[in-house]
């Protein structure tokens, strides 16, 4: 029943992509590259709703899945040894793209002549310069198609992204009509004016008679008033006389009174002043030997913080010089250990990811952002041993954006010496526990300043690689070296299991895919050792 569901929504996808073929962003025919060893990424500017691959034998080869809802990976079955030339459509935002999955048994993780498997169409404008450029795909063998494909790799390499076109945009605007006024009845409104002026004239005459009667009543009030109030003007005058007299006489009293009780007080406060001097001396004189010697003692005091003081500041600025441009130099420079710049020994284990401008500065906000985030769901697993008897390397996160893998380190230092972070590489294990190939760099933290780690503290890094297509029963060994050899090197074992659960996090299969096979089992080797690859 699944098989005819399958078909069926197969055919319903094909004739909508075939129907709309002559819309303009649509893509028809570009050919993907599938590597053995690498996850082949596609980017699209809306949501993916549906990935269909043309045959359903198809599915034993190559496993398609949405990624970040807008992107798309496509691994290979690794239980083959070769895939066949298939189509795969996928709906996004509206659009149907119908693309060529060719497989390359050839394609490298680390060959810098070819680039990524990456597909970026993430951009609209982008998208439909690059569907009006397609020519439509000619009849040709696998072989030719591959061989085409690897030409036109090898010329995308120079440059990879095309600058996004201005968009534009459209404003329209509407006018309201306008209104008339109405007419008026002239003969309607010269009678009422009329009305209206017959009608003032007596309320005016009504008014001026009420007023002079108003002003009589007003005028007869005032004079009443007027009369009452010199009454009491006089009342009150003589009263204030009779108070006048009577305050000045207490004033009189009560300022003789006041001079006898100022005079005895004088005399009283020099009797009482003249005992406080004396008790004043008496008291200064005792106190005075009890001062000169608290203030010796805190001179003392003084002087002894001072010295602790600037002793302690001469051993944070002695301190602070070790980590100078010259104290650096100084210690580790003149023993030809260049901090300024990476090992000698790291150039073989990058690839071009890690010099190129563009894809440095990508890598570095993406690692930055990770530095700066606390993400859950932390691995926290450590190295197999420590680095010097005390540095601990330990790996908190993978995380996957587009093609490349990054792998967030704590490296917490409980020694009394500096951490000089050296050469850091990884090596890819088969389920055998044989080293299959080394998997270079793209990117590490602080390319410019190899990350050195001071003694009691701990620092976040973060290292890069191309996303590798590891199964369960392979792994990852991730390597960190000492720039002094005698220090050591920490090895920290990622089983496939674990990094395929990372994976899953962000991959998630769509409506018109079958349902793949279960993983295969954990080997249980999530603890092993590796040894040092040279």
Same mark, same amino acid.
């Given at each position: 029943?699944?098989?005819?569901?399958?078909?069926?929504?197969?055919?319903?996808?094909?004739?909508?992509?075939?129907?709309?073929?002559? %819309?303009?962003?649509?893509?028809?025919?570009?050919?993907?590259?599938?590597?053995?060893?690498?996850?082949?990424?596609? %980017?699209?500017? @809306?949501?993916? $709703?549906?990935?269909?691959?043309?045959?359903?034998?198809?599915?034993?080869?190559?496993?398609?899945?949405?990624?970040?809802?807008? #992107?798309?990976?496509?691994?290979?079955?690794?239980?083959?040894? #070769?895939?066949?030339?298939?189509?795969?459509?996928?709906?996004?935002?509206?659009?149907?793209?119908?693309?060529?999955?060719?497989? @390359?048994?050839?394609?490298?993780?680390?060959?810098?002549?070819?680039?990524?498997?990456?597909?970026?169409?993430?951009?609209?404008?982008?998208?439909?310069?690059?569907?009006?450029?397609?020519?439509?795909? &000619?009849?040709?063998?696998?072989?030719?198609?591959?061989?085409?494909?690897?030409?036109? !790799?090898?010329?995308?390499?120079?440059?990879?992204?095309? =600058?996004?076109?201005?968009?534009?945009?459209?404003?329209?605007?509407?006018?309201?009509?306008?209104?008339?006024?109405?007419?008026?009845?002239?003969?309607?409104?010269?009678?009422?004016?009329?009305?209206?002026? &017959?009608?003032?004239?007596?309320?005016?005459?009504?008014?001026?008679?009420?007023?002079?009667?108003?002003?009589?009543?007003?005028?007869?009030?005032?004079?009443?008033?007027?009369?009452?109030?010199?009454?009491?003007? +006089?009342?009150?005058?003589?009263? !204030? @006389?009779?108070?006048?007299?009577?305050?000045?006489?207490?004033?009189?009293?009560?300022?003789?009174?006041?001079?006898?009780?100022?005079?005895?007080? =004088?005399?009283?406060?020099?009797?009482?002043?003249?005992?406080?001097?004396?008790?004043?001396?008496?008291?200064?004189?005792?106190?005075?030997?009890?001062?000169?010697?608290?203030?010796?003692? &805190?001179?003392?005091?003084?002087?002894?913080?001072?010295?602790?003081? +600037?002793?302690?500041?001469?051993?944070?600025?002695?301190?602070?010089?070790?980590?100078?441009?010259?104290?650096?130099?100084?210690?580790?420079?003149?023993?030809?250990?260049?901090?300024? %710049?990476?090992?000698?020994?790291?150039?073989?284990?990058?690839?071009?990811?890690?010099?190129?401008?563009? @894809?440095?500065?990508?890598?570095?906000?993406?690692?930055?952002?990770? +530095?700066?985030?606390?993400?859950?769901?932390?691995?926290?697993?450590?190295?197999?041993?420590?680095?010097?008897?005390? $540095?601990? $390397?330990?790996?908190?996160?993978?995380?996957?954006?587009?093609?490349?893998?990054?792998?967030?380190?704590?490296?917490?230092?409980?020694?009394?010496?500096?951490?000089?972070?050296?050469?850091?590489?990884?090596?890819?294990?088969?389920?055998?526990?044989?080293?299959?190939?080394?998997?270079?760099?793209?990117?590490?933290?602080?390319?410019?300043?190899?990350?050195?780690?001071?003694?009691?503290?701990?620092?976040?890094?973060?290292?890069?690689?191309?996303?590798? %297509?590891?199964?369960?029963?392979? #792994?990852?060994? +991730?390597?960190?070296?000492?720039?002094?050899?005698?220090?050591?090197?920490?090895?920290?074992?990622?089983?496939?299991?674990?990094?395929?659960?990372?994976?899953?996090?962000?991959?998630?299969?769509?409506?018109?895919?079958?349902?793949? !096979?279960?993983?295969?089992?954990?080997?249980?080797?999530?603890?092993?050792?590796?040894?040092?690859?040279?």
């Amino acid at each position: 029943m699944l098989r005819y569901l399958k078909r069926y929504f197969l055919i319903i996808g094909c004739c909508a992509f075939y129907c709309a073929a002559a %819309n303009s962003q649509n893509i028809n025919g570009e050919k993907i590259i599938v590597g053995r060893e690498s996850i082949t990424i596609i %980017n699209f500017p @809306d949501k993916v $709703v549906n990935i269909n691959l043309s045959e359903e034998s198809a599915y034993d080869y190559y496993i398609p899945k949405r990624r970040e809802e807008r #992107s798309i990976s496509i691994q290979f079955n690794k239980e083959k040894t #070769s895939g066949p030339v298939t189509g795969l459509l996928v709906n996004e935002g509206g659009r149907s793209h119908m693309f060529r999955l060719l497989f @390359d048994s050839t394609y490298d993780i680390n060959d810098d002549s070819r680039p990524p498997l990456w597909y970026d169409h993430s951009d609209l404008k982008a998208l439909k310069a690059f569907v009006k450029n397609q020519k439509e795909p &000619a009849e040709a063998s696998a072989g030719d198609e591959l061989a085409k494909e690897k030409e036109r !790799q090898k010329q995308e390499a120079a440059a990879r992204n095309a =600058e996004a076109l201005a968009a534009q945009k459209q404003a329209e605007t509407a006018k309201a009509p306008a209104k008339g006024p109405e007419d008026n009845s002239v003969e309607l409104q010269q009678k009422k004016a009329a009305l209206d002026l &017959a009608r003032k004239e007596a309320q005016e005459k009504e008014r001026q008679l009420k007023q002079a009667e108003e002003k009589a009543a007003a005028e007869q009030r005032a004079a009443d008033e007027l009369a009452r109030k010199e009454a009491a003007q +006089l009342a009150s005058q003589k009263e !204030q @006389d009779e108070k006048k007299q009577k305050e000045l006489k207490d004033q009189q009293n009560a300022e003789a009174l006041a001079r006898a009780q100022k005079a005895a007080a =004088e005399k009283e406060k020099q009797r009482q002043a003249q005992q406080a001097l004396k008790k004043k001396q008496e008291e200064e004189h005792r106190k005075k030997a009890a001062e000169e010697l608290a203030l010796k003692e &805190a001179a003392r005091k003084e002087a002894q913080e001072r010295l602790v003081q +600037l002793e302690a500041e001469n051993r944070k600025k002695e301190a602070e010089k070790a980590y100078s441009e010259a104290g650096l130099w100084q210690r580790y420079g003149k023993k030809g250990i260049d901090l300024y %710049n990476f090992p000698r020994n790291q150039v073989p284990t990058v690839n071009s990811d890690f010099y190129v401008i563009r @894809d440095t500065l990508r890598n570095f906000r993406i690692s930055d952002s990770l +530095l700066h985030t606390d993400i859950a769901g932390k691995l926290n697993i450590e190295a197999d041993k420590p680095i010097n008897k005390g $540095v601990v $390397v330990s790996l908190e996160n993978i995380v996957f954006k587009d093609v490349h893998t990054y792998f967030k380190l704590r490296i917490t230092n409980n020694t009394e010496e500096d951490f000089l972070m050296g050469r850091t590489y990884m090596y890819w294990y088969d389920a055998a526990d044989r080293a299959r190939m080394m998997v270079k760099g793209s990117y590490l933290t602080y390319i410019g300043f190899f990350p050195l780690v001071r003694p009691k503290t701990t620092q976040e890094v973060v290292f890069v690689t191309r996303s590798p %297509n590891v199964i369960n029963n392979e #792994s990852l060994v +991730l390597f960190v070296d000492e720039r002094r050899k005698e220090k050591g090197t920490a090895s920290i074992v990622i089983p496939g299991a674990v990094y395929n659960r990372e994976l899953a996090k962000v991959q998630t299969p769509v409506p018109g895919q079958l349902p793949q !096979q279960p993983p295969a089992p954990a080997t249980g080797q999530k603890n092993r050792k590796r040894a040092k690859k040279e």
